[in-house]
């Protein structure tokens, strides 16, 4: 079997492009979006009072012996 080629002529292939481009919707303007980066994690210890702290750490329950 032999395929059969369409010749197509330039001027419709020109003006079949001009076509889609005019068809196009037009973009919105670029609006720079909002902030959404988190602050950077923070050692809850370090940001805490450190009496409080210090409290917890020296306030730990006895563990129970291995006798």
């Known amino acids: 079997m032999k395929g059969t080629v369409i010749?197509?002529?330039s001027?419709?292939?020109i003006q079949s492009q001009t076509q889609l481009k005019?068809?196009?919707p037009l973009k919105?303007?670029?609006r720079p979006a909002k902030d959404d980066t988190k602050p950077l994690l923070q050692d809850?210890?370090?940001?805490?009072d450190p009496n409080?702290?210090?409290e917890a750490?020296?306030?730990?329950?006895?563990?129970?012996?291995?006798?």
């Open 52 to 54: 409080e702290t210090e």
């Open 11 to 13: 001027s419709n292939k």
């Open 44 to 48: 809850p210890i370090l940001r805490s």
């Open 22 to 24: 005019s068809e196009k």
């Open 7 to 9: 010749q197509m002529k």
């Open 57 to 67: 750490v020296l306030r730990l329950p006895p563990f129970p012996s291995l006798n």
């Open 28 to 30: 919105p303007p670029f």
